[in-house]
C-alpha cells in the first residue's frame, strides 16, 4: 500500500522562474492538501484540492495555484518565485468521506530553494 | 499564520525521561491532532482528540484537551532516542477543512 510520494525531492529555482511540485496521494484516498513549511516554522495551509475543484485556499497569493487530476493526484505551481518562496512543501492525503476530523498522511516534501 | 503558541520550543531530556508539551490555540475547534516530524521531513500522524474528550492514550503518548483555557499537552513517557524530532499540534477549526499548525517543540532525547 504506496503512501504518498513527492516529487521532485529537492528543487532549486531562480527569483521569477515558475516551479510545479506533484503529489500522488495515499491508495483509496481523494483529497489532497498543500503545505508550506519555511525553517523552522509549522506548516501553513496553501489550499485542498477534491473532485478536481479547489474546495478550500489558505492565505496564499494567486501565485500559487494547484491542479488535480482525476486519478486524484495533484500539482502545484508556483509563479513569479520570490526569496521567500524557500520552504518545504508538504502534501498530505485524506478521504473527504471522513474530513478533516481523520489523520492526514503526509508526503516527504518538496524542498525548494530560490536563489 | 500560525495558530497558537507551543511551549516549550526546544526541550532536552534523557533517556526514559518523560516529556511534555503544551500548545495553545486561539479559536473554536472540531478537534486537535499531534504530528512527528523528524530532520525537516514529512509528518507522521501521532493522535488526535475529539474537542468532545479530555484525555486520550496511544502507547507511550498521553494528550489532554482544555476547550475552556484553549489548551492541549502531549505526554511522551519513559523517553527514547528515536523520539528525538519535532513535535506540532494542528487543530481542525470549525467550519474549516485545513489543519492549522503551531510552531512545534523541537525534542531532544539524549542516549
Not at chain 2, 49 to 69: A, F, M, P, Q, Y
Amino acid at each position: 500500500d504506496a503512501g504518498v510520494t513527492q516529487s521532485p525531492t529537492h528543487l532549486i529555482k531562480t527569483r521569477g522562474q515558475q516551479v510545479t511540485l506533484r503529489c500522488s496521494p495515499k491508495s483509496g484516498h481523494d483529497t489532497v492538501s498543500w503545505y508550506q513549511q519555511a525553517l523552522g516554522q509549522g506548516p501553513q495551509f496553501i489550499f485542498q484540492y477534491y473532485e478536481e475543484e479547489e474546495r478550500q485556499r489558505g492565505n496564499f497569493p494567486d501565485r500559487f495555484s494547484g491542479h488535480q487530476f482525476p486519478n486524484y493526484s495533484s500539482e502545484l505551481n508556483v509563479n513569479a518565485l520570490l526569496l521567500g518562496d524557500s520552504a518545504l512543501y508538504l502534501c498530505a492525503s485524506s478521504l473527504a468521506g471522513q474530513g478533516v476530523t481523520y489523520a492526514q498522511y503526509f508526503g516527504p516534501g518538496t524542498r525548494l530553494t530560490v536563489t | 499564520s500560525q495558530q497558537g503558541e507551543e511551549d516549550p520550543q526546544a526541550l532536552s531530556i534523557q533517556e526514559g525521561e518523560n516529556a511534555t508539551m503544551n500548545c495553545s490555540y486561539k479559536t473554536s475547534i472540531n478537534n486537535l491532532q499531534w504530528y512527528r516530524q523528524n530532520s525537516g521531513r514529512g509528518l507522521v500522524h501521532l493522535i488526535l482528540i475529539r474537542s468532545n474528550e479530555r484525555e486520550k492514550h496511544s502507547g507511550r503518548l498521553r494528550v489532554t484537551l482544555d476547550t475552556s483555557k484553549k489548551s492541549s499537552s502531549l505526554l511522551i513517557t519513559a523517553s527514547r532516542a528515536a523520539d528525538t524530532a519535532s513535535y506540532f499540534c494542528a487543530t481542525v477549526n470549525t467550519g474549516r477543512r485545513a489543519l492549522t499548525f503551531g510552531s512545534g517543540t523541537r525534542l531532544q532525547v539524549q542516549p
